[in-house]
């Protein structure tokens, strides 16, 4: 058991496996220059050669398509994304081509290819770096995506994606790279499906993906001074999704606010919202609201990009809509902003 | 010869003003008010100044993320340029679009994109329709070797030439995306040598001269007019500061510093000024414009500063036409 940051999690899980497993290789645009990946690729080159972490020209519809070639011959290849906007470059291969090989193969064929992907957010980089979209991932069978939001899922499920005979597609977000935690050991993995809680609590439903939990977090002690008992489920998994774990939770609280890092419209929270409809609509005391990114596109400037993105203070108002609260004075609170962590670009 | 000098005057004031304009945005960026990711065009002055004036105000231009350079070139403004880095209202985008995303369409230059290469397309179908509308004039796409590994530069690249339009292709060698060197990404030695394969007239370049380039470029296109057919220009510079950012990173060990003193030794904006004295134009005379070019730069931040931020309206002005129209 030891405490490492999300970033080394990741790092960590990289460096294990690899070294658990020869036919594991990461590749991708600039994985193995100096700046690695935020950290995430650091000493890959260094340990395993040039054979097995290497950058890449820059050409995401063929180096998906690649890891494609090589999972089904083989290797386990890890292909890495520096934003979630790159990897749309690489659309055909995912949706056309890597998740229906096994398929077509009559499931002769499988494909162990994980790919990373990072969403970017803060500094301005505006609306070609930061989006998320899991819900079109979600959308295409045969694709395990997930959205690790601790440390230890991070290296658990990273670890767990890599021995995975699918598809696994992980979105990391970039600002919980500093993000502190306990992680499992060398041959530990965390399971690629089921949602988990977070933070028990017996009135109200907060189901959040990735950063939203930390929101989420935030937003549950806010709501607790207000003598309101936060249920946190961390969704993990977005495909297969979990709504077991969250149906149960919400049978309990009977209200559910889902926190997404990304559009509402067409989204996991719609998503969920029907699920739980069909699962445990007798026990809703509410609709499911959904606390999402605004519907636009994410402006560079910094005003406005704290308009554009949910923060803890949206979540405690959609909970007292749900519960019909008098809204609680938000003025002195003091929500995250990434100037805490770093400046300048990137 | 009074022509070649009234473009060497052209050609340093484009370039002393992008050169001013990134050498305030050096020394304020530490203040954190800019908070947008900068891609400084910081020693490839002289492509820009020599591009965006060679094809003329009638024709049109896109670029990469690296936009500084082509912006101020087309432009010669620095007022809406300031105000959307700081994210102020009166940006071009209001700040909404930030460094990366310039754009000043009623002059011509179109915007650019932050997803590598993908105005190369953009640039070929502007060009279609250029050619549609029976007007004599090119759109030139300026993006970096990093670009040229894409599958929609190649994608373009042949539509252009199968289908004679008018797009002029600029290459911005500087050796480098981000930091993994061209050599490890090109199967192959020459890019303008497989180019020059296609139907298209091709050029490459190694010269910081903007007086040079100018030249080429000129040379190139009319070729590409006389032979009806698309150009592309391999135009090789030294990018002077780290691949985002305002600092030097010659420290991180991937490419070493005596390069860049011998690139600094020809700097670009340097040579034209040298050049523009022995040419005969009088010290005064250029001190003078620079002066101007000085207090230009000075004021536009100061207006930027003083600028509001923009209100929330502005979020989701002109997503659609159907402006503020609550479509989700
Ligand atoms: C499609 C895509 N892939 C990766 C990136 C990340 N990225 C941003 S700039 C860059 C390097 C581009 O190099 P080059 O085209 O030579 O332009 P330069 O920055 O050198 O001017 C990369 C890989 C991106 N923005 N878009
Ligand atoms: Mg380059």
């Known amino acids: 058991m030891k405490t490492l940051t999300y970033r080394d999690a990741v790092n960590a899980a990289l460096h294990e496996e690899m070294e658990l497993d020869p036919s594991v290789f990461v590749y991708g645009i600039d994985v193995g220059d100096h700046k690695r990946i935020f950290g995430t690729t650091n000493n890959l080159v260094e340990d395993f050669g040039p054979d097995r972490c290497f950058s890449t020209p820059l050409c995401e519809e063929t180096l998906v398509g690649f890891g494609l070639g090589a999972a089904i011959t083989g290797q386990r290849p890890v292909n890495v994304h520096m934003r979630v906007d790159f990897l749309l470059l690489a659309m055909n291969q995912l949706a056309n081509m890597v998740t229906t090989w096994s398929y077509g193969s009559g499931g002769s064929l499988r494909v162990p290819f994980v790919i990373r992907a990072i969403i970017g957010r803060g500094w301005g980089q505006s609306y070609q770096h930061c989006k998320s979209l899991q819900s079109i991932f979600g959308h295409i069978p045969g694709l395990r995506v997930v959205m690790p939001a601790t440390p230890a899922d991070a290296k658990g499920m990273l670890k767990a994606a890599i021995r995975c005979d699918d598809p696994v597609l992980v979105i990391e977000h970039r600002w919980l790279y500093d993000a502190e935690g306990v992680v499992g050991d060398l041959d530990e993995i965390a399971p690629l499906e089921g949602a988990s809680i977070l933070r028990p609590g017996t009135d109200l439903t907060i189901a959040a993906t990735s950063w939203m939990n930390v929101e989420a977090m935030h937003a549950a002690k806010i709501l607790g001074k207000a003598g309101v008992g936060c249920e946190i489920v961390d969704v993990r998994a977005v495909a297969p999704l979990d709504d077991t774990t969250v149906a149960a939770s919400v049978a309990k609280t009977g209200y559910c606010v889902v926190a997404d890092t990304d559009w509402v419209p067409y989204g996991l929270g719609a998503e969920l919202a029907a699920r739980l409809h069909e699962r445990c609509f007798d026990s809703l005391k509410a609709p499911v609201k959904r606390v999402g990114f605004a519907f636009t596109h994410c402006p560079c400037s910094r005003p406005l990009e704290n308009l554009f993105y949910p923060n803890a203070g949206q979540i405690v108002r959609a909970a007292e809509e749900l519960l019909k609260l008098p809204p609680v004075d938000l003025e002195g609170e003091d929500f995250y902003s990434y100037e805490r962590k770093f400046r300048g670009p990137f | ?328």
């Open chain 2, 1 to 328: 010869m009074e022509q070649t000098l009234a473009v060497a005057r052209q050609l340093y004031r484009r370039m002393y003003l992008i050169r001013t304009a990134e050498d305030a945005i050096v020394k304020r960026y530490h203040e954190n008010d800019m908070k947008t990711p900068m891609h400084m065009s910081m020693g490839a002055e002289a492509i820009a100044a020599a591009v965006c004036l060679a094809i003329g105000p009638d024709s049109l231009c896109v670029s990469s993320y690296r936009s500084h350079g082509t912006y101020l070139a087309r432009t010669l403004e620095t007022d809406r340029f300031f105000a959307e880095l700081y994210g102020k209202c009166g940006g071009t985008a209001d700040g909404r679009a930030g460094s990366m995303h310039l754009s000043a369409p009623e002059q011509g230059y179109l915007g650019g994109s932050a997803i590598v290469a993908s105005v190369i397309p953009v640039a070929t179908g502007a060009a279609f329709s250029l050619k549609r509308l029976g007007r004599d004039a090119v759109v030139a796409v300026f993006f970096g070797d990093g670009a040229i590994d894409e599958g929609s530069f190649w994608e373009s690249l042949n539509i252009a030439c199968a289908w004679r339009l008018p797009v002029l292709f600029v290459c911005e060698d500087n050796g480098f995306a981000v930091h993994t060197p061209a050599g490890v990404r090109h199967g192959y030695a020459s890019i303008t040598d497989i180019v020059s394969r296609f139907r298209i007239s091709a050029a490459e370049t190694s010269t910081t001269d903007a007086s040079l380039l100018h030249a080429a470029t000129q040379e190139l296109l009319a070729d590409m007019r006389a032979a009806q057919r698309p150009g592309f220009i391999r135009m090789h510079y030294y990018r002077y500061l780290e691949h985002v950012g305002v600092n030097e990173d010659f420290a991180a060990g991937y490419r070493p510093r005596d390069e860049y003193e011998e690139w600094l030794a020809v700097d670009p904006v340097t040579t034209q000024r040298t050049r523009l004295l022995e040419a005969g134009v009088a010290e005064d005379w250029v001190a003078e414009m620079e002066r101007g070019i000085d207090a230009q730069v000075a004021h536009s931040i100061e207006l930027a500063v003083a600028a509001p931020f923009p209100d929330e309206c502005i979020l989701f002005r002109d997503v659609m036409t159907n402006e503020n129209v609550d479509i989700s």
